[in-house]
Nanobody, 120 residues
Framework: QVQLVESGGGLVQPGGSLRLSCAAS????????MGWYRQTLGKARELVAV???????NYADSVRGRFTISRDNAKNTVYLQMNSLKPEDTAIYYC??????????????WGQGTQVTVSS
């Protein structure tokens, strides 16, 4: 069984920072793309940032320049450093990863989500 477990969410004031972490565990042969998505009530889940196995990141326009995605392949962990947070960044943040539990089999896995609230 493969699991993704997020941590690091919470309440922060506008202009503040948070760092999210997501660790993959279980039977893992390889991990390619890892990413962060977010969702607010009544809206579709949206991409925040993704990172390739080689470390190249891509960002939504709304977060580019404020958020940084990174990963530690040895720990099967992806991070999202969020700076200059705005109230509109408030959402449940989900981790996603493209994982092969065994050679030749690949699936998308999702974490349970972590709440980020930006408010004064």
């Amino acid at each position: 069984q493969v699991q993704l477990v997020e941590s690091g969410g919470g309440l922060v004031q506008p202009g503040g920072s948070l760092r999210l972490s997501c660790a993959a565990s279980g039977t893992i042969f390889s991990i390619t793309r890892m990413g962060w998505y977010r969702q607010t009530l009544g809206k579709a889940r949206e991409l925040v940032a993704v990172i390739s196995s080689g470390g190249q990141g891509n960002y939504a326009d709304s977060v580019r320049g404020r958020f940084t995605i990174s990963r530690d392949n040895a720990k099967n962990t992806v991070y999202l450093q969020m700076n200059s947070l705005k109230p509109e960044d408030t959402a449940i943040y989900y981790c996603s990863a493209n994982i092969s539990p065994i050679r030749g089999v690949v699936s998308d896995y999702w974490g349970q989500g972590t709440q980020v609230t930006v408010s004064s």
